[in-house]
Structures are given as structure tokens and as C-alpha cells.
């Protein structure tokens, strides 16, 4: 049942001992939208604990408080609520424990899809942390620098900086509340966050991007990096991750395959597309699986075979998407 977050805000209040949770391969949003929830029950007296069924990521670490997740024991609780949850099964091993409690909660930003008693949901807000914002004026909790950089991190997170088309005028009102009184510096919260990937990481990026290939008058770009590559680096397989954005900035270029040869004749592939290209047909030709806007697949052999098949995949998506 859909309430109102002056509603939520009172069955909040009415709880003693609360359940926080979040979801599977989280994000800053989320733990920061769990982090700040703690921090509100810190203040009015009610017990929180926070559990998220995920590897918390590496440029988490530096947020205030991040050792209270995950450092309870699940328990009777009078109260669970979701935040930043969009579907049950992104609960992960949590799903029936929260599914079966009487009074479950949820807080979301994302697409209606009912699985709490009572929920609150703001699709028109591009962070869950903008709404946990609303309700620490309902529950009257004061500011405090931790609680809003926390929620400021999470804001940032998840509108890249402001830079994505989510961010509307709702976006900087109730971030100019979370900034009003700060005491901390506004690039404390970002540097964290956009400044701080690791440099073998970017040696990776850049052999990737060296290396790279373009196809289809420059609207195909694959990113390649060998195993000698990685060794040469002294990197492995994870470093390869995130670096699509590099050939996906570029003007013509429409899909990004990002292609990883983690171990010998080994290839990790990741499929990328910008705008509204359908691409989730691609990965599956090797067995893999995908979405609309991103495909992955584990493909085996030498380079010089794999890739022209690769981008044969890549060039039926573009022609589908050029008969519309
Ligand atoms: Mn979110």
C-alpha cells in the first residue's frame, strides 16, 4: 500500500527496533541511504541495523560509519524497511525474511513495483537520499555534518555529479538544504568519490583505449586489452572494469564492446550502447546475457577471430536500430 512519507515518517516513529536494508551489488546511494537512516534512529532513540546482501565498493570505504553495515545479527525486529530497493529480488538473501515480516516497510526512487506493506515511493527524484533528506525534516531530526555528507554523497552518486538527465529543480532544492549549514568542504564529498580511481586501474583504461579499434564509420569502437597487456601492467581482469565511458564519450561512436583477455585465449566481453540502441541480443549470440543499454559474454580463442565476430554483433544491433 502506497502512504504518504508524513505517514512513514509516524511508523517510524512507532518503532523500537528496526531492520534497514538494501540491495544486491550496491551502490553510494544505497549505503549512504542506509548510513543516514541509522543516523536518524540514532536520534530519536530507535535501534537500526543495516544489512545488504553485497560487496560493499571500494570508494565506499571513506564514508562515516560504513562499519555498521553488515555488523548485526539478524533478529526479532518490530520493524524492516527497504531502502533504495527497487524489486524484492534485489534483496537478495533477505527477500523472505522482509517478504514475511507484518510491517515492512519501503523508501524507493525507482519504478512502482509493490513489495512492502507500507511504501514511499519518488520516481521523479534521482537519489534515494533526497527523500531520506524530506524525512529527517518529519522526524525533526537536526542537522549534522555526517549525516549530510552522507546524504550529499549519496545525491552525487547517483546524479554523476549533476551531470545526468535525472537531475531536475527538486534535485538542487533539496540539495541546497543538504549544503545550507555544512561544515565540511563541498569537495570532501566528491574527490572520494570521481578522484580517487586507482592508477593501475587508469594504465588499463589507457592501454584499452590505445589499443582501441573503430568500425562502421567510427560507430563501433571496441576496447581491447590483452593478457601480455595485463602482465606488462601488473593488473588483472578487475582492473578492466568501467572503462567503456573512455570510446563511449567519443562523438560517432554509438556502441562501446569493451573486450579482456583475463587469462590466456580467455575473453571477457562487455557490450555497451548509447541513446537508445538495443544491444541486449548481442551477448546472448556467445552465450551470454544482457539488457538494452549493456551485454556481457565469455568468449574463447585468439583475438583476430573473436573480435570480427564480435563487432559483426555489434553491426546488426546498428542495423535494427537504423531500420527504425
Ligand atoms: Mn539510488
Known amino acids: 500500500m502506497n502512504i504518504t512519507l508524513e505517514q512513514m515518517a509516524e511508523k517510524i516513529l512507532n518503532a523500537k527496533n528496526i531492520g534497514v536494508f538494501g540491495h544486491i551489488k550496491t551502490d553510494i546511494d544505497c549505503i549512504t541511504s542506509l548510513l543516514a537512516f541509522s ?8 535501534k537500526s541495523h543495516l544489512f545488504i546482501d ?25 520493524t524492516v524497511i527497504s531502502l533504495d530497493t527497487g524489486a524484492a529480488e534485489r534483496l537478495g538473501k533477505y527477500k523472505d525474511l522482509f517478504c514475511q515480516h507484518g510491517n515492512s516497510l519501503k523508501i524507493d526512487h525507482h519504478e512502482p513495483n509493490e513489495y512492502a506493506k507500507f511504501e514511499y515511493l519518488d520516481s521523479s527524484l534521482p ?3 533526497l527523500i531520506i533528506k524530506k524525512l529527517q525534516a518529519l522526524l525533526k531530526v537536526k542537522d549534522s555534518d555526517q549525516l549530510n555528507y552522507l546524504l550529499l554523497s549519496g545525491v552525487l552518486a547517483d546524479t554523476g555529479c549533476f551531470k545526468y538527465n535525472s537531475t531536475n529543480s527538486e534535485t538542487f532544492k533539496i540539495t541546497s538544504e543538504i549544503i545550507k549549514n555544512v561544515g565540511f568542504d563541498y569537495s570532501s564529498a566528491v574527490v572520494p568519490l570521481f578522484q580517487s580511481v586507482d592508477k593501475t586501474k587508469r594504465l588499463v583504461q589507457a592501454r584499452a583505449m590505445n589499443n582501441s579499434r573503430f568500425y562502421e564509420n ?5 576496447m581491447f586489452v590483452s593478457n601480455n597487456d595485463l602482465k606488462d601492467l601488473r593488473a588483472s581482469l578487475i582492473h578492466s572494469s568501467q572503462m567503456s565511458y573512455l570510446a563511449q564519450e567519443i562523438n560517432t561512436v554509438k556502441i562501446v564492446i569493451c573486450v579482456t583477455e583475463g587469462e590466456k585465449g580467455v575473453f571477457s566481453v562487455s557490450y555497451y550502447s548509447k541513446g537508445d540502441i538495443d544491444i541486449s541480443e548481442c551477448a546472448k549470440a556467445f552465450g551470454g546475457g544482457g539488457h538494452k543499454g549493456a551485454a ?16 559483426d554483433e555489434a553491426r546488426k544491433a546498428l542495423e535494427k536500430y537504423d531500420e527504425k
Open 127 to 129: 537519489a534515494n537520499c
Open 39 to 46: 543516523l536518524l534512529c540514532d536520534s530519536l532513540n530507535i
Open 54 to 78: 553485497s560487496n560493499l565498493p571500494e570508494n565506499s570505504k571513506h564514508l562515516p560509519f560504513i562499519e555498521r553495515i553488515n555488523s548485526s545479527e539478524i533478529q526479532k525486529f518490530d
Open 296 to 311: 556481457g559474454c565469455k568468449v574463447f580463442g585468439s583475438a583476430n577471430v573473436i573480435i570480427p565476430k564480435l563487432v
Open 218 to 222: 567510427n560507430k563501433i569502437a571496441v
